[in-house]
């Protein structure tokens, strides 16, 4: 089988998203064709590739479609893939993009949904500049909604959003999303402390409610949502908010072995998130053993279920008490990570989501062959 995925390289989320498909994939003895918008990523974030056979990797530096000025790119990044979707006779297309889901190809489209700009200005609705998305991005989105013959999103919640914001999908499919536990160290002896990831300007993330209120151990909030390369002088949390007793600790950008081994050392992992359509960070710290304290949203209820200690809705009070909760009780403290680790391990692996990818893909074959 071959599949072309198409990818964003300025979303994190979307790129490690996308690694975890591309390498899961081509494991599975996929040819995989893998096409990038947005930048040229630096070697860094193309080192993952370097033993993968099977991949083509064609980068280029279209803008993607949330991107200001995007319609300018659109009609030259929709003809080379046209081209390369024509010279190439790929079984299905894997788009990462919704714009493209109403290309005039005859191969299969599924359209994932990491994340669009009306949804996230419905969850940040009280947080959102005046001037929103543009009446092409709106139009462009449901046309590749109603031009793909899946769409599918990483919660029911995002993919009923989808629904409720632009128009229903000819079909549906709800797709957990996958990391690999062996980059992840459950094992190593906690430090009484949280962790959380975003910046403090995006009130997608919210991670400023930590700012808000004393806590009895110390914060970390990486400020960067992607991680960088190994620099010549380590990065160093350089930057602190006083906050009573404690304080928080405000850290740049990370290298992928820095962060794993913040999540390895943190106890707590703080999911402020409102608006989080994949919620990656979180499941990579339910792989590290933290125990989760995460926003009371419907996305984080359906992903965690159980697994998780919710505090109230975009409330930093709530968020505190449960984190103090957390600290006093530690047999809770354990058990919520045991819970959190067990539910990734068994739902949210690379593995799972390449097993669900792989029978979406084969159904779709089955169909299109049936129809000719």
Partial sequence: MHVL????????????????????????????????????????QTAWMDHLHGLDYRPTAFRLEWMQEAEEDFSDSSEFLFALVRELRPDVLHLNQFCYGNLPVDVPKVVMAHGDLITWRQAVQDQVPRRGPTKWYRDTVSRGIAG???VVAASAWMLDQICQCYLQPRRGEVVYPGRNPIFFNPYISKDDSVLAVG???????????????????????????QTVAMPRIPIRADVKVAVAETSVAICGPQTEAQLRALYS?????????????????AVEAALSRCAIVANDIPSFREIWGDAALYFRTNDAASLAAGIRRLNEDRAMRRAYAELAYNRARERFTTKRMIEDYMHLYRDLRSVRAAAA
Avoid: N
């Avoid at 050392?265 to 960070?281: H, K, N, V």
């Fill in 199 to 225: 910046r403090l300007v995006d009130a997608g993330k919210q991670v400023f409610l930590l700012t808000q209120h004393e806590h009895p151990v110390p914060v970390c909030i990486v400020g960067a949502e």
């Fill in 148 to 150: 793909a013959d899946v």
């Fill in 265 to 281: 050392r943190a106890s707590i992992f703080a999911a402020t998130a409102r608006y989080d359509p994949l919620g990656m960070q």
């Fill in 5 to 44: 995925v198409t990818a964003d390289t300025l979303l994190s989320g979307s790129w490690t998203y996308t690694r975890e498909l591309v390498a899961g994939l081509v494991t599975r003895g996929v040819q995989v064709t893998l096409v990038s918008f947005g930048e040229i990523p630096l070697p860094d």
